[in-house]
């Protein structure tokens, strides 16, 4: 069974860092293409991030370009988001998602399994 | 402002049939497959459709997607009170070094 089970979140004041951890099981981890989607209080989804099986190609929205980085440790199943000089407008629940397939396969951004998700708040 | 558009709201009586509309542009949509996701009130979202009309394993066949040109739409058929539901459409967005796209969510009523 494919479990995704994020942690890291928390409160953190404008400008603070915080580095979010998603601990994968249930699938061959370094196979597949790992995303972070996040979802503001009452709002919709949004991408944030991705990164490839190997970790070296990765992908971010503008929102977030320069001041998040996204990276994993394959031998510990673990996807990690690096967030620095955060700012009120990054609260959001924080999900960790599972691509179909590998980065370099068409489709690859249809994510099939979620985590639970984990809240940052940034307020001072 | 999100980049695929969506009805805010949508509604249906049970048993009915209701589409949900995503409108993109050449850079997404046009260029690009088409995925669908359910979020129930306080959970994660479901991945419902893939690759413009297929779906995950243990997805009812209530549940379908199209999409043609730079729209594409999602159909639930038999309408039921569990599918009151956040629906959201996404797809790879080919401008700006390339970035996944998500429609605004539309928000299903079973009335």
């Known amino acids: 069974e494919v479990q995704l089970l994020e942690s890291g979140g928390g409160l953190v004041q404008p400008g603070g860092s915080l580095r979010l951890s998603c601990a994968a099981s249930?699938?061959?981890?370094?196979?597949?293409?790992m995303s972070w989607v996040r979802q503001a209080p009452g709002k919709g989804l949004e991408w944030v991030s991705a990164?490839?099986?190997?970790?070296?190609?990765?992908y971010y929205a503008d929102s977030v370009k320069g001041r998040f980085t996204i990276s994993r440790d394959n031998s510990k199943n673990t996807l990690y988001l690096q967030m620095n000089s955060l700012r009120a407008e990054d609260t959001a629940v924080y999900y960790c998602?599972?691509?179909?397939?590998?980065?370099?396969?068409?489709?690859?951004?249809?994510?099939?399994?979620w985590g639970q998700g984990t809240l940052v708040t940034v307020s001072s | 402002q999100s980049v695929l558009t969506q009805p805010p709201s949508a509604s249906g009586t049970p048993g009915q049939r209701v589409t949900i509309s995503c409108s993109g542009s050449s850079s997404n949509i046009g260029s690009n497959t088409v995925n669908w996701y359910q979020q129930l009130p306080g959970t994660a979202p479901k991945l419902l459709i893939y690759s413009n009309n297929q779906r995950p394993s243990g997805v009812p066949d209530r549940f379908s997607g199209s999409k043609s040109g730079t729209s594409a739409s999602l159909a639930i058929s038999g309408l039921q009170s569990e599918d009151e539901a956040d629906y959201y459409c996404?797809?790879?967005?080919?401008?700006?070094?390339?970035?996944?796209?998500f429609g605004g969510g539309t928000k299903l009523t079973v009335l």
């Open positions: 996404a797809a790879w967005d080919d401008s700006l070094n390339g970035h996944v796209v």
């Open positions: 249930g699938f061959t981890f370094s196979s597949y293409a």
């Open positions: 990164i490839s099986g190997s970790g070296g190609s990765t």
């Open positions: 998602a599972k691509g179909r397939t590998s980065l370099y396969s068409s489709g690859w951004y249809a994510f099939d399994y």
